[in-house]
């Protein structure tokens, strides 16, 4: 696995350098920024913003790095004004791009949500990706296993899940193959590496507080 949860095997498009850690990859796991008419750094999370491209990859620290050492200056060749909370905007975005292209799932017939509808849809093997809140009950969300050969992903929370499938909150969900599924895993994939660090730490404060986790 690469930086940001992408698998270094996949060959195929485009590839750039990373502004923070000097490595080539592939476009799909790394994030493209470009320098708007204010000489600002912007997030191009979709990649189709007007301007030369700077990239670096789906990793926090990475983020971080690019941030703290003035990268963008050099990668833009002039000084240029990286904004506050820049990482944070990021992860706000992917995350956004994530619950869109799961609703446009839901939406097409390919993704359901609600623990006995993704237990059935596992049971007749038409599941590829199992998804489960990261703040939902360990308890609950071990009851349920990653289709073989599928992907798992269980770094978004109740409400980001319950966002996408039209409700307050959603602890499981599940996706077909097929349509978007792709993108959809590609893209988490990305917000995975931004937040997995943040979220970690999150748990770990909360395991200590004595927090509670979403049934269901």
């Known amino acids: 696995m690469g930086r940001g949860g992408a698998s270094k095997d996949r060959s195929d498009g485009p590839e750039r350098k990373c502004l923070a850690t000097g490595e080539v ?4 796991g790394l994030i493209r920024f ?3 008419p204010d000489d600002q750094v912007v997030p191009d999370i979709a990649g189709k913003l007007p301007g030369r491209g700077m990239y670096v990859a789906a990793d926090r620290d990475a983020l971080d790095t690019a941030v703290k050492k003035k990268l963008f200056s050099r990668g833009a060749k002039r000084q240029v004004t990286v904004p506050d909370g820049l990482v ?3 992860e706000r975005q992917l995350a956004r791009r994530v619950v869109d292209l799961i609703a446009l799932s ?3 017939g390919r993704a359901v949500a609600g623990y006995e509808k ?3 849809m596992l049971a007749v093997e038409e599941a590829q990706v199992l998804m489960q809140a990261a703040d939902g009950s360990g308890r609950g ?3 349920l296993s990653t289709p073989h050969f599928g992907t798992y992903i269980g ?3 109740a409400d980001e899940l319950g966002l996408a499938f039209g409700r307050q909150t959603v602890v499981h969900g599940a996706l077909a193959s097929g349509g978007l599924t792709q993108r959809v895993v590609e893209e988490a994939n990305r917000l995975r590496g931004v937040r997995e660090n943040k979220v970690a730490d999150a748990a770990g404060r909360d395991k200590k507080g004595g927090r509670g986790h979403l049934e269901g």
């Open 118 to 120: 993704v237990k059935n």
């Open 141 to 143: 969300k071990s009851k």
């Open 155 to 157: 770094w978004l929370t």
């Open 25 to 28: 990859q592939p476009k799909f």
């Open 34 to 36: 470009v320098v708007g």
């Open 106 to 108: 839901r939406k097409g």
């Open 88 to 90: 944070d905007e990021v």
